[in-house]
């Protein structure tokens, strides 16, 4: 059973881009359930409703379902599937799909749920048959998907199917992935340098107990080639991250509306409509933010850094509330997982309390990691004929066609580190971190069995340029 959601649709961090890759997904699984003898029902409404629907017509008595950490609204539609079925006495049984608990866990112990579900844990095996009957597969037939109409940029979208997903792997580990330590910094290397399992890990055609298994076996092939191991490490460090930030969003759901630190709550922000559709059109008069902003909206793909780059520059330089910007960004995730959204949204708008404030240079970025501007010329047709020491002095130098700044950046974002460090330095904020860090904070582990805590780290005065 799969439900096409109207509240979950229409919501405002959804997107054309999401539906797409779902029904992508869809549809390649619902060929291979076809080839075991069996079918897929597309349910159309709330998901009560749908199951009302079914229990209307089949003798119900469980619910067998993946546990989603998603956002508000998907939590809000668990607890009412869990209450519609307590009513009618069908058993709701939710199978876990990473290390993250349901309901939160203590960081001291994380490392054990990590060692039982991933490690300890094997893939399953793929089922080789599927019975139904002849009535269900003829229900099921009778469901399909509403016209979706798609953008012309579709092409640039990454496949999303559980064949896509074993192809990626398979292609990483065996070729891509050697450069993935040092690769996967630059935009110009990162789109194949990187896994891009993550878009594939966010709608679930594969799950992280797979990745880890499949890495682990590579890395045994290739123990002594250090360029694969030093990758493979990387990797695999990565997905731990993976699931360290979606527990944070699982223990406290509600970060999607209030900041897991309770200090940071009245942040002045300005929230300039104008500034927000300036960086979320990519006409900022900052080359690499713009840029990044017009890749994401056509292929919904940047990597770590650019992405944190450009949530830095609307929070320190735009002076946008990390919630403001949070619904166009989710939009243009073709990997869009509220755990690490929700999570990384908050840590480079420095409202976490502990972390350092990372403020990313748009300049230092383009110099560092896109040199010889291909990056910015790929995505910015006004700056192709421009040379690359004109497109990173560009402030200094305006050039026609192209918007001068909409913002000073350097005053601008060392008001907010003022306001930032301000905030940190209050008894109130001091007296509350503790908790928070014991709460959501990572740990430093030796082995996966005996995790110990990080200390809490002293707040850097320093204005840090990334």
């Given at each position: 059973?799969?439900?096409?959601?109207?509240?979950?649709?229409?919501a405002?961090?959804?997107?054309?881009m999401?539906?797409?890759?779902?029904?992508?997904?869809?549809?390649?699984?619902?060929?291979?359930?076809?080839?075991?003898?069996a079918?897929?029902?597309?349910?159309?409404?709330?998901?009560?409703?749908?199951?009302e629907?079914l229990?209307?017509?089949?003798?119900?008595?469980?619910?067998?379902?993946?546990?989603?950490?998603?956002?508000?609204?998907?939590?809000?539609?668990?607890?009412?599937?869990?209450?519609?079925?307590?009513?009618?006495?069908?058993?709701?049984?939710?199978?876990?799909?990473?290390?993250?608990?349901?309901?939160?866990?203590?960081?001291?112990?994380?490392g054990?749920?990590?060692?039982q579900?991933?490690?300890?844990?094997?893939?399953?095996?793929?089922?080789?048959?599927?019975?139904?009957?002849t009535?269900?597969?003829a229900?099921a037939a009778?469901?399909?998907?509403?016209?979706?109409?798609?953008p012309?940029?579709?092409e640039?979208?990454?496949?999303?199917?559980?064949?896509?997903a074993?192809?990626?792997?398979t292609?990483?580990?065996?070729?891509?992935?050697?450069?993935?330590?040092?690769?996967?910094?630059?935009?110009?290397?990162?789109f194949t340098?990187?896994?891009?399992?993550?878009v594939h890990?966010?709608?679930?055609?594969?799950?992280?107990?797979?990745?880890?298994?499949?890495?682990?076996?590579?890395?045994?092939?290739?123990?002594?080639?250090?360029?694969?191991?030093?990758?493979?490490?990387?990797?695999?460090?990565?997905?731990?991250?993976?699931?360290?930030?979606?527990q944070?969003?699982?223990?406290?759901?509600a970060?999607?509306?209030?900041?897991?630190?309770?200090?940071?709550?009245?942040?002045?922000?300005e929230?300039?409509?104008?500034?927000?559709?300036?960086?979320?059109e990519?006409?900022t008069?900052?080359?690499?933010?713009?840029?990044?902003?017009?890749?994401?909206?056509?292929?919904?793909?940047?990597n770590?850094?650019?992405?944190?780059?450009?949530?830095?520059?609307?929070?320190?330089?735009?002076?946008?509330?990390?919630?403001?910007?949070?619904?166009?960004?989710?939009?243009?995730?073709?990997?869009?997982?509220p755990?690490?959204?929700?999570?990384?949204?908050?840590?480079?708008a420095?409202?976490?309390?502990?972390?350092?404030?990372?403020?990313?240079?748009?300049?230092k970025?383009?110099?560092?990691?896109?040199?010889?501007?291909?990056?910015?010329?790929?995505?910015?047709?006004?700056?192709?004929?421009?040379s690359?020491?004109?497109?990173?002095?560009?402030?200094?130098?305006?050039?026609?066609g192209?918007p001068?700044?909409?913002?000073?950046?350097?005053?601008?974002?060392?008001?907010?580190?003022?306001?930032?460090?301000?905030?940190?330095?209050t008894?109130?904020?001091?007296?509350?971190?503790?908790?928070v860090?014991?709460?959501?904070?990572?740990r430093?582990?030796?082995?996966?069995r005996?995790?110990?805590?990080?200390?809490?780290?002293?707040?850097?005065?320093?204005?840090?340029?990334?």
């Amino acid at each position: 059973v799969y439900c096409v959601e109207p509240s979950i649709t229409s919501a405002n961090d959804s997107s054309v881009m999401h539906w797409q890759a779902q029904r992508q997904a869809i549809w390649h699984l619902r060929q291979r359930l076809k080839k075991l003898n069996a079918d897929l029902f597309i349910g159309h409404g709330e998901a009560v409703e749908v199951f009302e629907q079914l229990r209307q017509k089949w003798n119900v008595r469980a619910i067998f379902a993946h546990e989603e950490i998603g956002n508000g609204l998907t939590f809000d539609r668990d607890k009412s599937v869990t209450a519609w079925c307590q009513q009618h006495g069908i058993s709701y049984h939710e199978v876990p799909q990473c290390s993250v608990r349901r309901g939160g866990v203590n960081r001291d112990r994380y490392g054990r749920m990590w060692q039982q579900r991933i490690v300890e844990s094997q893939p399953l095996p793929e089922p080789t048959e599927f019975p139904q009957t002849t009535e269900l597969r003829a229900f099921a037939a009778q469901s399909n998907f509403a016209p979706l109409i798609f953008p012309s940029t579709k092409e640039l979208w990454q496949p999303v199917s559980e064949p896509d997903a074993q192809r990626t792997l398979t292609d990483f580990l065996t070729r891509r992935g050697r450069w993935y330590r040092g690769g996967i910094s630059s935009p110009n290397t990162a789109f194949t340098a990187g896994s891009r399992l993550s878009v594939h890990l966010a709608w679930g055609t594969i799950s992280v107990r797979s990745v880890w298994h499949a890495t682990q076996a590579r890395l045994k092939q290739d123990a002594t080639d250090d360029r694969w191991r030093k990758s493979l490490e990387a990797f695999i460090s990565r997905l731990h991250w993976r699931d360290h930030f979606t527990q944070r969003l699982e223990s406290e759901p509600a970060m999607e509306f209030h900041g897991i630190h309770p200090a940071y709550a009245n942040v002045p922000y300005e929230n300039s409509p104008a500034l927000l559709a300036a960086w979320a059109e990519g006409r900022t008069g900052y080359p690499m933010v713009d840029a990044v902003m017009r890749c994401l909206a056509a292929t919904g793909f940047a990597n770590f850094r650019m992405r944190a780059m450009a949530v830095s520059f609307a929070c320190h330089a735009l002076h946008l509330d990390w919630r403001f910007i949070h619904p166009h960004l989710a939009s243009v995730f073709r990997d869009y997982d509220p755990g690490i959204h929700m999570s990384q949204l908050q840590m480079q708008a420095g409202v976490v309390g502990w972390n350092p404030v990372r403020v990313y240079s748009p300049k230092k970025q383009l110099e560092d990691w896109d040199s010889e501007a291909r990056f910015v010329k790929k995505w910015l047709p006004e700056l192709r004929d421009v040379s690359a020491e004109r497109i990173i002095n560009i402030n200094d130098e305006p050039v026609s066609g192209y918007p001068p700044p909409v913002v000073e950046f350097t005053s601008r974002t060392q008001l907010m580190k003022d306001w930032l460090y301000g905030i940190r330095k209050t008894p109130e904020a001091m007296a509350l971190t503790p908790a928070v860090y014991a709460r959501h904070g990572s740990r430093r582990r030796p082995t996966p069995r005996t995790p110990k805590p990080k200390p809490v780290q002293k707040p850097n005065p320093q204005l840090r340029l990334f």
